[in-house]
């Protein structure tokens, strides 16, 4: 899984080149939730993911 950095410190893909766009925020007090769009369902690393991002 290559990551590509683009300015400000994002990560293209969010951390998952085959990822192509958010389509779902959602948060609550202790994080947000990402959930990705992914054509590539039959790539190991494809499929629509959900993340979890915290604060440090």
Do not use: I
Not at 28 to 48: E, F, I, Q, R, S
């Amino acid at each position: 899984m290559g990551q590509k950095e683009r300015g400000g410190g994002v990560t293209a893909g969010l951390g998952n080149d085959t990822n192509y766009g958010v389509r779902t925020l959602v948060s609550d007090k202790k994080a947000l939730y990402v959930g990705t769009a992914n054509p590539m369902n039959l790539h190991p690393d494809g499929g629509w993911e959900l993340l979890q991002l915290k604060k440090d």
